[in-house]
């Protein structure tokens, strides 16, 4: 079992930068792929960004590539979401995601377990 726990979301406002963190705990963290997603009201939670085990290979939704960057420090068992220059439209809540495959996962349901989810607002 892992347990991921988000911080760093907030009230930003639009313009601004964001580094969230989630913090894994209950299994090997380098051999975990990770993932950020998030959900907006209303809207289906999406994919925003991805991590293979090393770092070495990292991805980002093709709507956010010029403003995310995901990274992680396997010593700290802590992967990272930076996200630039925020717009109303990136308010949702933000969860953090695990999954035993260790490459990169951009599918949901291929994540095994998942943070409570960070909120962040973007007022503009």
């Known amino acids: 079992q892992v347990q991921l726990v988000e911080s760093g979301g907030g009230l930003v406002q639009a313009g601004g930068s964001l580094r969230l963190s989630c913090t894994a705990s209950g299994r090997t963290f380098s051999n975990l792929g990770m993932g950020w997603f998030r959900q907006a009201p209303g809207k289906d939670r999406e994919f925003v960004a991805a991590i293979n085990w090393s770092g070495g290979w990292t991805t980002c939704t093709d709507s956010l590539k010029d403003r995310c960057t995901i990274s992680r420090d396997n010593a700290k068992n802590t992967v990272y979401l930076r996200l630039d220059n925020l717009k109303p439209e990136d308010t949702a809540v933000y969860y953090c995601?695990?999954?035993?495959?260790?490459?990169?996962?951009?599918?949901?349901?291929?994540?095994?377990?998942w943070g409570q989810g960070t909120q962040v607002t973007v007022s503009s």
């Open positions: 995601a695990a999954s035993r495959l260790t490459g990169l996962t951009v599918v949901a349901a291929r994540y095994d377990y």
